[in-house]
């Protein structure tokens, strides 16, 4: 592939990742947003089963659209990132993977609410106690399934953020910030697991970074010098084989 070919295609997966990193982001944001507003009340069974199409509309937005667009974002910088640094693209990629499937099986314990819904509704109050009680632990199920995936996407991240770094692929004082978001959004996680849940001050930081990311590399794409050098060496061991053939020929 000529350099030109080879920065045609980092520009175009850098502009594919950031408008799927946006569409994971406001996938997941919105369909979390829809089905806490349900399942927080005190009343859950009940909200739920006057909320049925609301719930289905969140879990597609959160189980299917975040899914796929989720795994993609490693699958599509693959040209870019693993001819840098295959050990830690590998690592995010699993990291992506393995975390975006603990976020679907949250996602999956939130659905589980509607036939219990139907369920109850259906048969009357006789059960109601223990049924309300089911219902909290399943809303508890997807709560620890979101923070265990979002420690994991946060290891995923660090592993991104330092081949960002190393490479140069984007300023690194963006890279920088990536590091400190990430390392701040699995303390959070891992707290939170242990109880001690800080809201929006331990995902601020990574989520800020993720949204500017995306929309650096939509409007600017990668640093463009980060491969420069790796045209130029390709050109010099082309033109040094050129040269030991027309050597052996003499």
Not at 109 to 130: C, E, H, M, N, Y
Not at 141 to 154: D, E, P
Not at 220 to 246: H, L, M
């Given at each position: 592939?000529?350099?030109?070919?080879?920065?045609?295609?980092?520009?175009?997966?850098?502009?594919?990742?950031?408008?799927?990193?946006?569409?994971?982001?406001?996938?997941?944001?919105?369909?979390?947003?829809?089905?806490?507003?349900?399942?927080?009340?005190?009343?859950?069974?009940?909200?739920?089963?006057?909320?049925?199409?609301?719930?289905?509309?969140?879990?597609?937005?959160?189980?299917?659209?975040?899914?796929?667009?989720?795994?993609?974002?490693?699958?599509?910088?693959?040209?870019v990132l693993k001819?840098?640094?295959?050990?830690?693209?590998?690592?995010?990629?699993?990291?992506?993977?393995?975390?975006?499937?603990?976020?679907?099986?949250?996602?999956?314990?939130?659905?589980?609410?509607?036939?219990?819904?139907?369920?109850?509704?259906?048969?009357?109050?006789?059960?109601?106690?223990?049924?309300?009680?089911?219902?909290?632990?399943?809303?508890?199920?997807?709560?620890?399934?979101?923070?265990?995936?979002?420690?994991?996407?946060?290891?995923?991240?660090?592993?991104?953020?330092?081949?960002?770094?190393?490479?140069?692929?984007?300023?690194?004082?963006?890279?920088?910030?990536?590091?400190?978001?990430?390392?701040?959004?699995?303390?959070?996680?891992?707290?939170?697991?242990?109880?001690?849940?800080?809201?929006?001050?331990?995902?601020?930081?990574?989520?800020?970074?993720?949204?500017?990311?995306?929309?650096?590399?939509?409007?600017?794409?990668?640093?463009?010098?980060?491969?420069?050098?790796?045209?130029?060496?390709?050109?010099?061991?082309?033109?040094?084989?050129?040269?030991?053939i027309s050597l052996?020929?003499?």
């Amino acid at each position: 592939m000529t350099r030109e070919g080879k920065m045609n295609t980092h520009k175009t997966a850098a502009r594919i990742f950031g408008v799927l990193f946006l569409i994971s982001f406001l996938a997941y944001g919105t369909g979390s947003a829809l089905i806490s507003s349900i399942v927080n009340a005190p009343d859950i069974l009940s909200n739920v089963y006057a909320s049925t199409t609301l719930i289905v509309v969140a879990a597609i937005l959160m189980g299917v659209v975040h899914t796929v667009t989720n795994i993609g974002l490693p699958v599509v910088l693959r040209p870019v990132l693993k001819p840098r640094n295959e050990t830690l693209y590998f690592g995010y990629l699993s990291a992506a993977i393995v975390a975006t499937v603990s976020l679907l099986v949250g996602v999956i314990f939130l659905l589980l609410l509607l036939p219990l819904s139907d369920a109850i509704t259906r048969s009357g109050s006789a059960v109601t106690g223990q049924a309300e009680t089911i219902a909290i632990l399943l809303r508890e199920a997807n709560y620890y399934s979101y923070q265990i995936g979002m420690a994991i996407w946060s290891l995923g991240g660090l592993m991104f953020c330092s081949i960002l770094y190393q490479y140069k692929l984007i300023p690194r004082l963006m890279s920088v910030w990536g590091v400190v978001g990430y390392t701040v959004f699995l303390s959070g996680c891992i707290l939170a697991i242990f109880g001690l849940d800080f809201g929006l001050i331990h995902t601020a930081p990574g989520a800020l970074f993720e949204i500017f990311l995306s929309l650096w590399l939509i409007v600017k794409g990668f640093n463009p010098s980060a491969f420069v050098s790796e045209s130029d060496k390709t050109d010099i061991n082309e033109r040094d084989k050129e040269t030991e053939i027309s050597l052996s020929r003499a």
